[in-house]
């Protein structure tokens, strides 16, 4: 590799800008603007290279601009993505592609087309940001490494070109040099600066590792973006829904049948006025009593399999844990959670119907049938018994116009029963379903009465297990840290140095430039020196001429 | 307790006014010295920091009173965004201790808090999702962030005021007067909300949903628009029949408001250039012409270097954690989670642009005022109009 050797014998990597250790700027540039400081005049690939494909490539990446193009282009897509809801959150059982012109008219047609109610899905907004990742990679390696170079071979004697083309420059003539530096030294030492001493100059620092900041929060934001890459990989991420009915024990999926979950009892509670805290009242009375909801728990037991898994048979369950399952209370085991996310109240459970003579009205006996597990007959004694010859737990007529049922979820129950009497040793048949009764067979002298309805509420469950959380946990207080970091504290320089009987200070900060001339004030206060000028300042107003300024 | 709580944040309205005033006195006090040493400043500063008081006072008392802190609608986050922005504001006055920063900062938080109280006001009991303390550290970080961000459009905003040529129009006047537009426009909603607030109009309509249902609603401002097949209910015989009606996906009584608040904000952007005879921002010019403009722009991007992490930690980071909690996944691409992921990816090419191409003085202040009204969007129309599971229920 060619390199540069600097006048103060110090060997420079091709392609830096100003000498590592005496800043001593390598390709003078004609007038004395001021110095880039921004990574030390340190030698980057992506600036030194431009010649292999690779090259361009790791230019085209670490070059700022495409880094600021690609996080706006992220975010234009996705303000794009919040015109309208995504498909996640539009109502399950419609077809998205009617559902979108029905609610929006052509935009939402045209909306759906171009594959906007799945954009944070979709295979361009993933690349986008993978796009980012890439970028944040290889324009941090560019600038770290020789970034890290430059700052630990800096000399503390700099190149006169260098000093004078700080922003923050001055120049005092004084008789006693020395202890106008010994007095700097302490002062600055007093200031935490860490100070470095060479032939009589001074090389002050202070908050050198907030320079790494930057980097340390890409680092964790690449942490976070693997993590949530590694979602993808099965057996990272379990997502299942649960639905429990209460006194029901089920087996919880994506355990591999080795947790059940029993359900005791679904809790739904409102706020209601005179129960909650009087203050609540007026909100209680715009909304409608009884109409904020203040609670949603299930009370649960845990159970674990114990022994092995036997097709077919009974599973052998051990009680883990009783608790109660509420909103932002899940259960937590062996790396899952259960959360409560949904409920149906007053489900349907048992129907008992009592065999009536119609004319008499008399009761012969009761008969409870579970909606869940008929049972084919039901034996009342004394002659009298009942079969259920069909069942529809969710009734409807067919195409046909044809009895049938919907779901097998019991949400409008209809029986065709035959019912058998001493009187009656044929039987008759009875169709019975909600508010309803058919006898297709003529007229029949006992009917089944409705008795009653027993309910029971249903819990809806989200069973989640999500290895990648660690990760991005630690990837977010990378980041987190990182950015505090390079935020709260700045990277202070200060150089003094004799050249030609005089004494020259030139100041440097990555940020808070206000910050550093307080600190210089402080600094200089009653020492008779110079007070170093803000020279962009001044060639600002000097540029100015008086008029208003112009566009920056 | 509900009673004391809501006198303080009176008070601290009342305070914030008159402490603009005296900012105001500090800029025109021609003998002041040295920045911020006057007494109308150091008034001024006093009293900001007495009014701040009383709203922490209004909200210790109201969390009191509620059990849980107030930040759980929009009248109370909103109103804490404001407080926060008073609270960055003294922060930053007492590192840089710039008057100016006060007479244009101080406003802005009382526009917020007037805005605030134009929505229901009554302490509201906690749905499930709400009852967790991550709702009460999350929601206060975000805001913390949000002001702090706030405080660099401020400084922004005075160093275009100052810097902007007002001698003839150009596209600079124009976007500098959308801006000024905003702000009245934004009094222009607390103006017309206390008008027919306090002459109890009321319009009940009922209409016909997206659903094909019937439902009712109830308009507190004259019905320009109705909503879809709406009719005047008999009780509400005589008042004004809507001129047009919306279809049914179009929430007609918000767009009502925002007609309304447009209207009123443009009769006053009239009258006031009428009164002033030049661009609102040309009136302002005179406040803000000794402002050292190196200074307005440190501040800006200071506010931006401490508000970016106290953002993210608060709005992405703590959103996550509660969101793992409450609603099983940390991150859901709801449109409020997208737009604080907005937010932050503005200002990440905020700072950027500002290290690599640099962006300073007054492409910064633009980016700072863009960054501003996103935040705004977040705060007012995510709420309002996209509705998702975080809309607080406004009305
Ligand atoms: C959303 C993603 C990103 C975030 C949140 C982020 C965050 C940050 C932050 C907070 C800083 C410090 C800024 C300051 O000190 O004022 C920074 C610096 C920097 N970022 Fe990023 N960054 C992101 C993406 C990128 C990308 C894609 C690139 C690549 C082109 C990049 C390149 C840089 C560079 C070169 C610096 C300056 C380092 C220095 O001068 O010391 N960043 N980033």
Redesign the interface.
């Given at each position: 590799m060619e390199q540069v050797k600097c006048e103060c014998g110090h060997v420079n990597p091709h392609g830096t800008v100003f000498c590592e250790s005496c800043g001593k700027p390598l390709e003078e540039q004609g007038e004395k603007s001021l110095l880039d400081m921004?990574y030390e005049g340190s030698a980057r690939r992506s600036q030194t290279y431009k010649r292999t494909i690779v090259d361009q490539i790791w230019a085209f990446f670490s070059s700022?601009?495409v880094?600021?193009a690609l996080?706006?282009i992220?975010?234009i897509a996705?303000?794009i993505?919040?015109i309208f809801?995504?498909e996640?959150?539009i109502p399950p059982n419609v077809n998205p592609a009617d559902y979108y012109e029905e609610?929006?008219g052509w935009a939402g047609k045209l909306y759906y087309e171009l594959g906007f109610n799945n954009l944070?899905g979709s295979w361009w907004y993933i690349l986008l940001i993978a796009l980012i990742g890439v970028s944040l990679v290889i324009c941090s390696l560019d600038r770290v490494v020789p970034l890290y170079r430059a700052l630990k071979r800096q000399g503390v004697k700099r190149h006169p070109h260098f000093l004078e083309r700080q922003r923050l420059f001055g120049v005092s003539r004084i008789s006693d040099m020395d202890q106008a530096v010994a007095l700097l030294k302490e002062r600055l030492a007093k200031q935490r600066y860490r100070v470095r001493e060479e032939d009589g100059h001074l090389l002050a620092e202070k908050g050198r590792f907030s320079r790494w900041g930057p980097y340390v929060n890409h680092v964790g934001l690449i942490i976070f973006l693997i993590g949530a890459m590694l979602r993808s990989v099965p057996g990272m991420y379990i997502?299942e829904v649960m639905w429990v009915r209460e006194g029901e024990t089920k087996e919880i999926p994506g355990t591999n049948g080795q947790y059940f979950l029993k359900s005791e009892k679904f809790i739904f509670d409102t706020?209601k006025k005179g129960e909650?805290?009087e203050?609540?009242n007026?909100?209680?009375d715009?909304?409608g009593d009884g109409m904020?909801?203040?609670?949603?728990q299930t009370n649960v037991v845990l159970y674990k399999r114990v022994g092995p898994t036997v097709a077919g048979a009974k599973p052998e369950l051990e009680k883990v844990k009783e608790y109660p399952i509420?909103?932002?209370e899940?259960l937590k085991f062996d790396h899952y959670?259960l959360?409560q996310?949904d409920f149906r109240l007053n489900e349907p459970k048992t129907m008992s119907f009592q065999l009536t003579d119609k004319q008499s009205g008399k009761t012969l006996g009761t008969v409870a049938i579970d909606l869940y597990d008929p049972k084919e007959t039901y034996n009342l004694g004394n002659g009298y018994r009942v079969e259920l010859l069909s069942y529809f737990p969710d009734f409807e007529f067919d195409e046909d116009g044809n009895p049938s049922t919907k779901s097998r979820v019991p949400n409008n129950p209809a029986f065709v029963f035959k019912m058998y009497a001493p009187d009656r040793p044929e039987g008759e048949v009875s169709f019975v379903a909600i508010q309803q009764t058919l006898e297709p067979f003529g007229d029949n002298k006992y009917k089944m009465a409705f008795a009653e309805l027993e309910t029971r509420n249903v819990s809806g469950l989200?069973v989640?297990r999500d290895f990648t959380?660690w990760i991005?946990g630690v990837g977010?207080a990378i980041?987190?840290f990182g950015?505090?970091q390079g935020?709260?504290w700045n990277h202070r320089r200060i150089w003094v140095q004799r050249v030609n009987g005089e004494l020259w200070i030139a100041a440097h900060t990555n940020?808070?430039?206000?910050g550093l001339k307080k600190e210089l004030h402080r600094l200089l206060d009653g020492t008779g020196l110079t007070m170093p000028a803000?020279r962009?300042?001044e060639r600002?107003q000097a540029g100015q001429g008086g008029q208003?300024?112009g566009?920056? | 307790m509900v009673q004391l709580s809501s006198t303080l944040l009176y008070i601290s309205f009342v305070l914030y006014l008159i402490g603009t005033f005296l900012f105001g006195g500090a800029i025109r006090d021609k003998r002041k010295e040295q920045q911020g040493k006057d007494r109308w400043s150091q008034f001024g500063i006093a009293v900001t920091i007495i009014g701040f008081l009383a709203q922490v006072g209004y909200f210790v008392t109201r969390w009191i009173a509620a059990g849980h802190a107030p930040v759980s609608n929009l009248f109370e986050f909103t109103t804490f965004f404001g407080m926060m922005l008073v609270g960055a504001f003294i922060i930053v006055y007492f590192i840089y201790r710039l008057s100016v920063l006060g007479l244009f900062a101080l406003p802005i938080a009382l526009l917020i808090i007037a805005y605030a109280s134009m929505f229901p006001r009554e302490i509201s009991p906690l749905i499930p999702a709400l009852q967790s303390d991550w709702l009460h550290i999350h929601v206060t970080t975000a805001a913390a962030g949000e002001a702090i961000l706030a405080i660099s459009f401020v400084a922004g905003l005075i160093y275009l005021i100052r810097v902007v040529d007002q001698s003839k129009p150009s596209k600079r006047t124009f976007w500098l007067e959308v801006v000024m537009f905003g702000l009245v426009t934004t009094l222009g909603f607390v103006i017309v909300s206390t008008a027919f607030g306090l002459s109890g109009y009321e319009a009940k309509f009922t209409w016909i949903d997206k659903n094909n249902q019937s439902s009712e609603v109830e308009y507190h401002m004259p019905a320009l628009v109705g909503p879809h097949k709406g009719e005047l209910a008999k009780e509400s015989a005589g008042r004004l029949d809507p001129l047009v009606e919306m279809p049914a996906i179009i929430n007609a009584k918000k767009l009502n408001t925002v007609i309304w608040s447009l209207m009123a904000g443009a009769v006053l952007y009239i009258a006031l250039r009428l009164v002033l005879r030049k661009r609102i921002a040309a009136a302002l010019q005179p406040l803000a012409k000794n402002v050292n403009l190196d200074l307005a722009d440190e501040i800006g991007y200071r506010a931006v270097a401490i508000g970016f992490p106290v953002f993210t930690l608060g709005a992405l980071i703590f959103a996550m954690i509660w969101a793992q909690i409450a609603w099983t996944r940390f991150w859901g691409w709801d449109p409020k989670e997208v737009w604080a992921l907005i937010t932050w990816l503005f200002y990440a090419a905020f700072l950027h642009l500002r290290l690599s191409k640099g962006w300073h003085g007054e492409k910064s202040a633009w980016l700072a005022v863009i960054g501003f009204a996103i935040i705004m969007f977040n705060l007012v129309a995510v709420n309002l109009v996209i509705a998702g599971l975080h809309s607080y229920a406004g009305t």
């Open positions: 921004r700022v601009k880094g600021v996080i706006v992220t975010l996705s303000v993505g919040t809801p995504q996640m959150y609610q929006y944070y997502d706020y909650d805290n203050v609540f007026a909100a209680i715009r909304v904020i909801a203040e609670n949603y509420r909103v932002n899940p959670a959360y996310v989200t989640r959380l991005l977010g980041f987190m950015l505090v935020m709260y940020k808070n430039w206000f803000d962009l300042e600002k208003a300024h566009t920056a | -």
